[in-house]
């Protein structure tokens, strides 16, 4: 019997067994331009491309796990053994700007429980996925709903590679004391999702807002703002990101928001590729965008980034990152 059907109220699933066509799979949206290129490339490698929308449940499609096999809108995807995950969202409450300050919508506990129960069936998804022992780039603790920032310092920090003096906390008393003696000093936040900003007297004024969950505080690193695209052990691109003005983030630079960035090839020394590749593998990241600020011979390492944007440097550089991710993903999806 080839064909498998199971019904449920509202579904009917079919798989057909022994499907001959290899395919990959991409956790991001088939309109995502940077999932268009992974496709395009995987296709170019014989792979067809199954997207897993990420607002699938906003649309209501059908998605179930039944006694250990997965069905997407309504057929059985478990022959996909390749994956490159862009993007899974993350738990959310939905807010908007009334008189100037951020509030919530009166039913937004619905949507947060709801937007939480999806990343968690996500995340087990991936999970399981990779104890069955199929290759994720990147696996399921690097989903973009995680990004560990304090983490990744201390890996860096203990493999020798160069790092701001940072202070990571919630206590006033112990953020002015490192204002005090590192004096330039910025601030973010651990997850990401704000401009980086220097940590000055307006700023000093307010750090009884940041009792309630820690921020990062580092030391200003001084130089320019690179950007190295590393897969599996193979630094795909390594470039400087030039704006025309100087900002202390340069995605504050219009300029860089508005595509019209450019960019210029450096070239690493190898303690430096070496730092790269180790980092990575020590934060369980096969496909990696790596920050670094770099002044002279100090090469300050700041993050790697699980899900990162490149296709800019890949269209004005002619850097293969897509195809380098595809090739990868493929080949898992081979066996
Ligand atoms: P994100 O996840 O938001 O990209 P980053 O740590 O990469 O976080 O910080 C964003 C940008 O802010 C960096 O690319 C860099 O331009 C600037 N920045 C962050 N930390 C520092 C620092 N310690 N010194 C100088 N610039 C920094
Ligand atoms: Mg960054
Ligand atoms: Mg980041």
């Not at 096969?286 to 600020?293: L, N």
């Not at 790697?304 to 490149?310: F, G, H």
């Amino acid at each position: 019997m080839s064909i498998f059907k199971v019904c449920t109220a509202r579904t009917t699933y079919v798989s057909i067994p022994g499907r001959s066509a290899l395919r990959i799979g991409i956790f991001g949206a088939a309109v995502d331009v940077q999932c268009k290129a992974v496709a395009r490339e995987a296709a170019a490698l014989g792979a067809d491309t199954l997207f897993i929308e990420p607002d699938a449940f906003d649309r209501g499609l059908p998605l179930s796990m039944l006694d250990g096999r997965t069905f997407y809108l309504g057929e059985q995807v478990d022959d996909v053994q390749g994956f490159y995950l862009r993007y899974i969202p993350a738990p959310y409450a939905p807010s908007m700007e009334r008189d100037g300050e951020l509030v919530l919508y009166e039913d937004w506990f619905t949507t947060y429980m709801h937007t939480r129960e999806r990343a968690s069936y996500f995340v087990a998804w991936l999970l399981q996925l990779a104890h069955r022992g199929a290759t994720l780039v990147n696996g399921p603790h690097a989903a973009s709903v995680m990004q560990y920032k304090p983490f990744q310092l201390h890996a860096l920090r203990s493999l020798g590679a160069q790092v701001p003096r940072t202070l990571i906390s919630n206590d006033p008393a112990a953020i002015r004391a490192f204002h005090a003696e590192v004096k330039d000093v910025i601030y973010k936040p651990i997850m990401g999702g704000a401009i980086t900003r220097v940590l000055d007297a307006e700023a000093l004024e307010r750090l009884e807002d940041v009792t309630a969950s820690p921020v990062i505080f580092q030391e200003r690193a001084p130089g320019e703002d690179l950007r190295i695209m590393l897969v599996g052990d193979e630094i795909v691109s390594a470039v400087s990101i030039e704006t025309p003005e100087q900002h202390l983030d340069f995605r504050a630079d219009p300029v860089y928001s508005g595509g019209e960035a450019s960019y210029r090839e450096v070239a690493l020394p190898e303690p430096v590729r070496r730092f790269c590749r180790e980092a990575a593998r020590a934060c369980g990241l096969t496909f990696a965008g790596i920050d670094i600020k770099r002044q002279g011979d100090a090469w300050v390492f700041l993050e790697l980034n699980s899900s990162p944007i490149y296709l800019d440097v890949e269209l004005k550089l002619g850097h293969p990152i897509s195809r380098a991710i595809a090739r990868r993903v493929v080949e898992g999806a081979r066996g």
